[in-house]
């Protein structure tokens, strides 16, 4: 990819590229089918009868071990869709709602602006984290407030975890806090009001208990507050700020974020206090909408976490009407790969009530037995309709159709399509075909060229279409070679084709160092960083030139922005001295590494152990020598080769699988 234009600020590329899903860009071109960790396919850049191109979601970045492309999601549009810079990353910023900056013809004194509007935004956290350490000390002074958090079972443990505090009774409590309570920043973080009709300023939140909202970054972006009483409104949230909106922000994400992984799924609930609540219970996997409709964002952000996204709901009207937006907001990213589904309690219970009635043993069992995202989709279509008359399943098609049109293209999207031809009675090519008829036609931006006669622009006319297709089109120009195994869509025709043996796998280069193979698995898995330990984290950081240095500057990547991918972290690294030992690392078939996160765990553990002892060694060669003037130095030496002992037992057990 070429080098980023200064027209398009750096910031804005890494956020782009952080957002954004190259499985979703890729895959709007190359037939994608999930292998192991990866998604495979038949390169795009290269004739191929076996794929061999690869996509990481975690790493955020494609791959083709025969013909060695690699990049990012703007580097495939560019490659592969023939865009240039700017057009690549204005069609991304498009599809998920950004603005592309345009700096080419900006003034400095626009510059300047944004810069402080930067700045602004890192006030305004500044602002809230410290209101937010005042109303946690007021929460140990408070004790009708602790009495509500004991009432509802919450720990000091758990408490402590996710902020809890206190905002004390009366108009002006944080004038103790800011004693320039007139400042303009507390209007704009939202924790103070100012009356229109004579100018006074008055706390927004009062005598409530305190929920601070984080993002993933771990900084304090706005509160939730609960009134103690019967008082309205029940709940009370901070405003939109420039550094707060709740389409984009999920309540307990950040603390949730580990556990998410280890459950393996997100259990997402409508109230702050049913994800303290079951964080207390055994569930630290919840989050929570922030008064707001589940949205797209809200999905996609969750997605970055898990494969599996479990709504939580009450059974009542207003939890069905919920469960219907939710729907909405998970439609665009229910592939094949990922599982949406809802759970719908009794009308009287929310989650937390539940499981304090029932038991944490009974509430899995239900997240077990939660509907699946195609059920719920036909609930949802057939809902009002009589499906006994031909005007009843009719409607039901109408409803369906934008939900179904939502789905991505998939083996789920084309099993649904069939479902619901049998529910209304009409054959699956002849409702594909009804729907076709009003769709962008092809050759169009929205609709890529396919051949006359199919239902879809990917596959042969119904009737002729063996298993196991894949395709690939570019947006605009001639249509993709349609590629099967065993044989190839041509001209109308299927041809079939003599079947080919598996291509061998490409040899791995040997690995050039354990600093090089530790450097890959953090810059593939950024996340691994937060489970290592204060030792373990000395000895990477201490590591010579340029090793050591790199991974000094993937913890303050992981401190200042939490776990990325290598898609950001290669845009960040643009200029800086590591950059050409990452980029070298992290190129080339031996890059590779994905597979079971607990293997990858197992690897790197192994790897750090045997650099340890490593280390051990040369200290304990530097001891012997200076035993003779030291006599400490052989009691040093002693305690090092029982902590090399240790390390050496471990690796024996690692290397036995005992």
């Known amino acids: 990819m070429e080098n980023t234009p200064v027209s398009i600020p750096q910031s804005f590329i890494q956020e782009l590229l952080a957002r954004v899903d190259v499985v979703d860009v890729v895959g709007r071109y190359v037939q994608l089918k999930k292998s192991g960790a990866n998604f495979m396919g038949l390169c795009p850049f290269h004739g191929e009868k076996s794929p061999s191109f690869s996509v990481s979601p975690s790493k955020q970045f494609f791959h083709c071990f025969g013909c060695g492309k690699n990049g990012n999601a703007i580097g495939f549009l560019m490659d592969h869709a023939g865009m240039g810079f700017r057009e690549a990353v204005q069609d991304l910023a498009q599809q998920i709602g950004m603005q592309v900056p345009d700096d080419e013809n900006t003034s400095p004194q626009d510059r300047e602006r944004a810069a402080a509007q930067r700045q602004k935004q890192a006030t305004l956290t500044d602002v809230l984290e410290k209101a937010g350490d005042a109303w946690r000390r007021h929460l140990r002074e408070s004790p009708r407030a602790v009495q509500y958090f004991k009432g509802r079972g919450v720990s000091g443990q758990v408490a402590k975890r996710y902020g809890l505090g206190y905002a004390p009774e009366g108009w002006r409590g944080l004038a103790s806090v800011f004693p320039e309570y007139d400042s303009p920043l507390l209007e704009e973080s939202g924790l103070v009001i100012v009356n229109e009709e004579d100018g006074k300023r008055y706390d927004r939140f009062r005598d409530r208990v305190m929920f601070p909202i984080r993002n993933v970054k771990g900084e304090c972006i706005g509160f939730g507050g609960r009134v103690l009483g019967d008082d309205k409104p029940k709940y009370l949230n901070s405003p939109e700020t420039p550094v707060f909106h709740k389409g984009r922000e999920l309540y307990g994400l950040y603390e949730a974020r580990n556990a998410i992984r280890e459950h393996g799924y997100a ?15 055994g569930f630290p996997n919840a989050v929570a909408t922030l008064g707001t409709a589940c949205t797209p964002e809200h999905v996609h952000k969750l997605f970055r976490f898990t494969d599996t996204v479990v709504f939580s709901f009450d059974g009542d009207a207003a939890g069905r009407r919920a469960a219907r937006k939710a729907l909405d907001g998970a439609l665009p990213y229910a592939s094949d790969t990922r599982s949406v589904k809802f759970l719908f309690l009794p ?144 001209g109308g025709r299927w041809r079939r084709e003599e079947q080919r043996p598996p291509q061998p796998p490409l040899p791995r280069r040997p690995l050039t160092g354990r600093a090089d193979h530790a450097a890959r698995l953090l810059l593939s898995h950024m996340e691994f960083l937060e489970e290592l330990s204060h030792e373990d984290h000395a000895l990477l950081c201490d590591q010579p030139a340029p090793h050591g240095a790199l991974f000094v500057w993937l913890e303050g990547q992981l401190h200042e922005h939490g776990p990325q991918s290598w898609a950001v972290l290669r845009e960040a690294l643009a200029g800086h001295d590591c950059q050409a030992l990452a980029e070298r690392v992290m190129t080339g078939s031996h890059a590779q590494t994905e597979g079971d996160e607990t293997e990858l765990r197992a690897e790197l553990r192994g790897l750090l152990n045997r650099m340890l002892i490593e280390a051990i060694k040369l200290q304990q060669n530097a001891l012997i020598a200076a035993a003779s003037q030291d006599p400490a130095a052989i009691e040093r030496y002693r305690q090092l080769q029982e902590r090399r002992r240790a390390l050496e037992e471990g690796l024996t057990k690692m290397t036995s699988g005992a």
Request: charged share 25%; proline share 11%.
């Open 267 to 281: 259990l997402v609930t409508e109230g702050y206090m049913d994800v303290v609540a079951l964080a207390q219970l």
């Open 347 to 490: 009308a009287e219970h929310d989650p937390d009530s539940f499981v304090r009635a029932y038991g944490p043993e009974a509430f899995a069992r239900h997240v077990g037995d939660a509907v699946p995202l195609s059920r719920f989709l036909l609930e949802a279509a057939r809902e009002g309709c009589d499906l006994g008359t031909a005007e009843g399943r009719a409607h039901m098609l109408s409803n369906a159709r934008p939900l179904w049109a939502a789905l991505p293209d998939g083996a789920l999207k084309r099993q649904l399509l069939t479902e619901l031809g049998e529910l209304g009675q009409l054959p699956a090519p002849d409702l594909a075909q009804l729907w076709a008829q009003d769709s962008p036609r092809p050759g169009s931006a929205a609709h890529p060229p396919a051949h006359d006669g199919a239902p879809f622009g990917d596959e042969p006319p119904w009737g002729q279409e063996p298993p196991g297709m894949e395709y690939g089109s570019p947006a605009g120009g001639e249509p993709a070679r349609r590629w099967r195994k065993g044989g190839e869509w041509k």
